[in-house]
């Protein structure tokens, strides 16, 4: 292949031809298939030195690549004849066939062209194809700056395009020999990978930006699919296809860089196809199956197979794709799922079993559609986040978010398309529509000005054929005629529906409407051939069946006739309007070719059937001459080679100067041609057309192939047509046709011009010189490749009505418009408009479509047999009247005998055969019966209980369906099928009654626990509160009460309540001026007045935000209970209203009953009024009504043995083979009328009136009597004439009454029936509306119980933590009200106790020489016996003896550190200390005591508050997060209720979502709403208007008074200036220097220091008066002294005498002083007395005393306290005591 011209950008240097070479020659060495290796040499490493890499700047010229159309030499046909208008197709059957280069950027393969779609403004860009041929793939770089297309072809190229530029970049060559698959880069982009089609099936690694092939390789022997790049390991690559897997190496050996290729083998699982896989991170690869399970590849062996729990397969059906993307596996089924996998278990997968299979369930997954079938999907990312858009095999390309989050959008469809292969396709006669269908069943309608889809519409089957009805059928050209493959043509009325009363004016109405209007079934076969007669009075379907029908076109189109044909129809034409007779030419497949007239409807006999044998058809069976027109080209080739060869050999001669003698030998005769070769199978007609009246031009394909046929029809008429031998009288060759026929010949008016559609996709145009086809206009033509060479066959092929425009289809999916001639020759602003729907469409529903499997022939058929069926029961009939008539003549004989004489009379006996007879036939039919029953007794009773239990469960439980007729119309009513019990509804009202009681009775417990607990913590909190009032009471200090410190006190209070007004003017002031300067707003701060209004605004504006929206707000939670009951109330409703409805049909019938008796009886006295009357006087009987079956159901389940016996004949005769059931008609038609007949009983009066034993005629009366007076005429006299004459007048009137009467029953009936049928009709629609609600209700409940459990767990959950959430809270807001009130009084404590520190410094002044003393016992730190406090919680009781444990074990360590120290006794008041001062000092330090116990007790509270405060924030965060939770499942479950279709019945007006101004024919984007809520808006709309223009006035006004405040804030600063420059002058002028006026108001008065002087004053007063006290104390005290001054006196008076008593005492003892020593000694040892000396001072006795009542006190000591006595003056003893040491023990535990 020559090279291409480069374009440069910088550099002039051109590459070298090195670049460029064809590499296509070059093959590995060995064996390929069995290696599996490969090397190719880079010319860099055989000439190093020539290779110029390619500038990095260097472009081809795209027109000097692209491939263009081929025109014929000196042909006149432009090259611009066509050019490309819009592509309306996508091959969505192409495997990849979708390329994301951006997020608005989409590209996809549309046969030879590369199709650029800008996804914003739904522009087209095209790219083509360089061979022509058509493309294989397309891949993007990494980077999305470039991207790959392999072509088609010979030695196709694969192109580098630049984007977005679409210049060509790099052109790489050799790669393969017919057409690239696929291809891939690797992760760098610095390599391209491509693989080829048959028969080469290459593998080549590119080093694409220098052209070059790095490595090449057979990749397989079979289809390969797919060639991949590894992510992580460039090395390595992966290809599959058709039943294999390989694994590639790129391996450095010795001889150089080799592919090396495992095959992967599948061992003991099934070979599949793999279409996807994926190379993991470490080397395996995981890939699908055909059975959409997964496989774990690692080794060239399959490691395990993936399936889902219970043996199901991961997709139901094979994997297309399989994505590692962010640590998930995406798997893309054609089941239309996308599941999601967890990488790690993927990975680590192992087989646990023999079977290597293991089950593995997918993290998410989303189904895209529900028909849709994913081939391929990309990913793009739009604003950041991770878009996909994904191929839909099916005809659609999605938009898709799979994130898997509670806010995932749902997928959303960007475009459809069909399907597959194009059908068929039309143009409007008259318009620049055109409609296509294909086997996806669609038909659509596109408007090829605008390059735009009009409109869609779905049937049950796919098309197969269509066409475009004529103006002349239709001057509006809105109707369609669509065949489809079951053998259907629908007729389809397009319009615009904007054009519709009441859709006028609304939007989305511009799109076309599609109506079918009428729906008929021809053929038992697909329909292949529609055509219109030219006149427009016929039309022509034609199917594979190998029938044409044709249908007279009326307002409907109504059936003529078939003709059956030869073959399979494949072409339908009729004759052109310069023919004289209208002709139909039928093409079949098979090689015949029929020609008809117009049948004429009135000449056809339509009676029993719809074949029409009598019409004129001329045949032509195609026999084959290609043979003999190849033998004679190549006999006429080889004598024209002869005769120049023989002019040569003269002309040398010649020059030779011989002279050549002239040959009179005669020319040897030429051989015969040889006989003509047939081909096997016949050629089959791919198309045809009229040339001439009887003539037809055809093109073949198969062997004869190549031509064009001129054919003619022949008059001669052959029986076997079969063997007809026909053969073409003209024959012109087109050139390269004999391998691509032509399937598809269109002409266009305008430059007389031949479109013909290749086999291979292309689009061939001849221009004709005349009318008449001739070889010379075949040899020119313009041909250009369209459509995919491979399968893209052009199905239809047809130009505008006007010639300007050309529309092509193809197999492969692809729709294309062109231009004919320059576009610059087009009109520019063509606009195609849509028909207006005709007048009184909108009243019109849509016509029945037919979905019966039989035919219009079929139908015929068998109505026809219905009538002969009908003509025998009526023999049958007439023959069983015949048999009564005879009955009734011997029953008058038997009347006759009975009227005779009795000896005339013949016996009963004498009319019967013999009597034993009938006597042994009676006998041994009861014996047999007795013998049956017997042996079947057991079976019997089985039976009967089975029948039994059916009743119970099937009957018995429904109510029957009664079917009320009227009389005399054709109306009828039906009951409601209804349940004939309703305890279901009972039981569940019970049942949630029951819940609902129990759910309060759990309630209020717990309501009223939570009461009593506040109780319990407000009581606790009165009780703590008085108590500590009380202690605050009992420390309030007596205030002096002098009047002078009175009046001075309240002189400083006057003074602080003066200086406190000025302060709190000051900071009142102040407060207002920093509340002004707060409120003062910022620059970009809003009006919170008007914030205030948008506020307003925003809530009473109204909220309609989907339920699909994300900010919407889930309403009030509906449970299953709530449900259940909607449910029940809905049921009970719709059963009481069916069941009322039903009694009133039911009394209908009855009513109807009584009238059939009423009507009976008045025709029986009606008989007998005629049977006075003669013949020609009586009127016609009135028919009397009976009952139908339906109208007494209840009498189908009656059965008796004469019923159960036919059953069971019929059983037996079904169980026969067909050849035994050759029946007569009589015996069918007998068999159907007892299986209609319901048994009836005489006995029931319904009965009665449905029919009982016939009754006589009056005819048959009149004729018994007649009969009867022939015995005896007698003359009757006048008398008896004129009696005769009254009664028959008489009875006239009785006649005339009865029937009268008969009449009025009948039609007031039947007005009853309609009055109820009329009020049924109405009730219907409500019923049904509450059937659908109930069914979306039922739905609704189904999700509610599926996430019921986990909903109620989550809200008992929920319940749970706020209770305790509650309880918490409640305990700590009591613990916050102790702590306040703790440290209340703990404030109150600590200024308690800085009075006393005060008061014991002043005492410590006078008493310097105790101060060590008395400070000691202020700190001495003694063990706290104050009690616990009364009333507290059982909860706190461990905490609290904890905490004492804690204090006591404190106080006994600072108890025993203290005793190291110098031990001292703080209850005796040492020599020369106040007493007084030592009990304040013990009192100061009792007052600390309780402070420090306060402040652990307030320490305590605040840990249990820190505690409880971090219990709350934890059960709080734990409530978030389950009512995050909660809100989660009830989001998904909204989301699911969301997913419900809900059906509202709605009626045309009500619709106003149009497209375009016409009505859509898909509402899956249309929202119902109110019409008083559109209303609404609408009215806001003008409101807002007038509230814009009022608030720009505001606007203005207040931007007016905002100038003007600033104007006045200026000229106010500037007056505040001044002022305060004024102000400070004074001050300076005054003071000397700037004073802060506020601070020297505020103080003014030295409040403290006045408080300090009455204070002062307080104490100078309450120490006079102590001064007062001690000096009176003094005076009584010197008094006592005096006093015991004489009392000492007289006492050292008598101890002067008792001293000399004494020493006279002693001189008279000292002799008794030795002898009484040892006896002394030994009474001091063995005394028990003991004696303790005390002070004589009064004071010391003093001590004494309050010591020993301390002792007595100690608890310790009140069991011996009560043994102490004597106590005196002067000695205390303690009786019992015997050890001092035992003494001291005890006075140092009574110490405080």
Known sequence: MASFPREQEGLDVEPGEDAQADHSGVRAEGNLEEQGNSEIPSEAQKNPEKVEKISETFFYKYEDICSRPFVSEDSGIPVNLLTLKHSFGYDSTRPVNLLMIDSQTLLYIAGNHIVILNLKTKFQRYLRSSSGCGIGFITAHPTKQYFAVGEKGEKPNLIIYDFPSLRPYRILQGGTEKAYVFGDFNRAGTLLASVGSSPDYTLTVWNWKQEEIVLRSKAFSQDVYKVTFSAENEEQLTTSGAGHIRFWKMALTFTGLKLQGALGRFGRTAVSDILGYVELPDGKVVSGTEWGNLLLWEGGLIKVELCRSGDKPCHHGPISQLVLDEGGLYTVGKDGFIRVWNFETIDAADSVDDTGLLEVEPMNELCVGENASLSFMSKVHDCGQPVWFAQDANGAIWKLDLTFSNMTRDPECLYTFHSGSIEAVSVSPGAYFMATTALDRSVRIYDFSSNSQLGERKFIQGGTALTWAPLVVNPKGSLIAVGFEDGVVRIIEVYVPKRLPGLAGQANTENAEIKLKQAFKPHSAEVTALAYERNGAVFATGGRDKTVFFFAIEDEYKPIGFIHVLGPVQALQWSPPSHEKSMLLI?????????????????????????????????????????????????????????????????????????????????????????????????????????????????????????????????????????????????????????????????????????????????????????????????????????????????????????????????????????????????????????????????????????????????????????????????????????????????????????????????????????????????????????????????????????????????????????????????????????????????????????????????????????????????????????????????????????????????????????????????????????????????????PKDAEEIKEARENIGCYKLKTASNYKLPEHVNTEKKVMQLASLEKLIHTMKADMNKEILSLRDLKVSVIDEIKCLVQELKHVQAALDLSECLPLPSIPQLHPDEVPEKKFEYNSEILLKFREEQEAKAKPPEQLKESPSSHAFRDRFRQTPLINKTDPMAQAAGGCPVETASSVAKKQKKGSEFEKVEPTEMELEMLKQEKIKNLYLQETFIKQINTLMISFDAELHLLRHKKLKMDVPMISAELRYIMWYAELLILKNSEKHEDLLQGRVNTLISEQKAIQSKLKSYLAQLEDRECEIVKLQECEKALYANFQASLRENKKFADFLTKVLKKKIKGTEKREVGREAGEGHENEEEDDEESSLSTDEENSGSEDEVFDDSVCPNGCDEALLQNTIQLRQQRLDIEKEKKVAANLRKKCSALANKAKVVETSLDTTNKELETIQWEKQQRLNELDVAVPLKLHQVQYLVNGEMPSDFSQALVFSSSSLESLRKRVGELHNENLMQREIYNTAREQHKQLVRDKKEKEKEIQELEEKCNNLMMKKFGRQVDFEAVQAESVNVHMEKMKVQIMEKEYEHSQELKEWEKRILDLRNQLMNVTNENTSKLKQLHQLTIEKHQLETKLDSLKNELVSLLATLLHCTTLATVQVWDCSEMVRDSVALTSSLVSHPALQDQTAGWANIGTGQMTAPGLVEGDQNELILKQAMP
């Open 587 to 1087: 093409l079949c497949e098979n090689g015949f070719a029929l020609q008809v007239p117009a049948p004429i409807p009135e000449e056809q006999d339509t009676a029993s059937s719809y074949e029409m044998k009598n019409l004129p058809m001329q045949y032509f069976h195609f026999y084959s001459i290609k043979s003999r027109i190849k033998e004679i080209a190549l006999r006429e080739k080889q004598k024209k080679e002869k005769e120049i060869a023989k002019l040569e050999w003269i002309k040398e001669q010649e020059r030779m100067g011989m002279e050549v003698e002239e040959d009179s030998k005669e020319e040897p005769e030429e051989e015969p041609l040889p006989p003509l070769y047939i081909p096997e199978e016949p050629s089959p007609i791919l198309c045809g057309f009229y040339s001439a009246p009887g003539k037809f031009w055809l093109s073949l394909g198969g062997y004869d192939s190549g031509f064009l046929y001129h054919c003619e029809f022949s008059h001669d008429h052959q029986e076997d047509l079969e063997n007809r031998k026909d053969e073409p009288f003209e024959v012109i060759p087109v050139e390269g046709t004999d391998n691509n026929p032509i399937h598809h010949i269109s002409f266009c008016t305008r430059g007389l011009l031949m479109f013909c559609g290749m086999q291979n996709g292309a689009l061939r145009v001849y221009r004709l010189r005349d009318q008449d086809l001739s070889v010379n206009s075949l040899k020119e033509y313009w041909c250009f490749n369209v459509h995919d060479n491979d399968y893209g066959q052009i199905r239809g092929i047809c130009s505008s009505f006007d010639d300007k425009f050309l529309i092509t289809c193809g197999a492969d999916g692809n729709i294309f418009t062109f231009n004919i001639l320059s576009p610059e020759d087009v009109r520019k602003e063509l606009k195609a408009k849509i028909p207006f729907p005709r007048s009184g469409l909108e009243k019109e529903e849509d016509a029945e479509d037919t979905e019966d499997a039989y035919t219009i022939e079929e139908v015929k058929q068998k109505k026809e047999y219905e009538r002969i069926m009908k003509e025998a029961e009526e023999k049958k009939k007439k023959k069983r009247e015949e048999i009564v008539s005879l009955r009734q003549e011997f029953l008058s004989l038997l009347q006759k005998n009975q009227q005779l004489p009795k000896h005339m009379q013949l016996r009963r006996e004498e009319f019967e055969m013999d009597h034993r007879i009938f006597e042994e036939l009676d006998r041994q039919r009861a014996q047999k019966i007795e013998s049956v029953q017997k042996e079947l007794a057991w079976e019997r009773e089985k039976h009967l209980i089975g029948l039994q239990k059916l009743q119970k469960q099937f009957q018995d439980s429904l109510e029957l369906t009664v079917v009320v007729r009227a009389i005399q119309s054709n109306h009828e009513i039906s009951t409601y099928r209804l349940l004939t019990t309703y305890e279901k509804h009972c039981q569940d009202e019970e049942h949630l009654s029951c819940k609902r009681t129990a759910f309060k009775q759990d309630q209020e417990p717990a309501e009223k626990k939570e009461i009593t607990t506040e109780k319990k913590h407000m009581r606790r909190g009165t009780v703590t509160f008085e108590a500590e009032a009380e202690k605050l009471k009992i420390l309030e200090d007596h205030k002096p009460t002098a009047r002078y410190i009175e009046s001075r006190r309240e002189k400083i209070e006057r003074l602080v309540e003066k200086s406190d007004k000025m302060k709190a003017k000051i900071m009142k002031r102040k407060a207002e001026w920093d509340e002004l300067y707060k409120s003062k707003p910022s620059d970009d701060c809003e009006n």
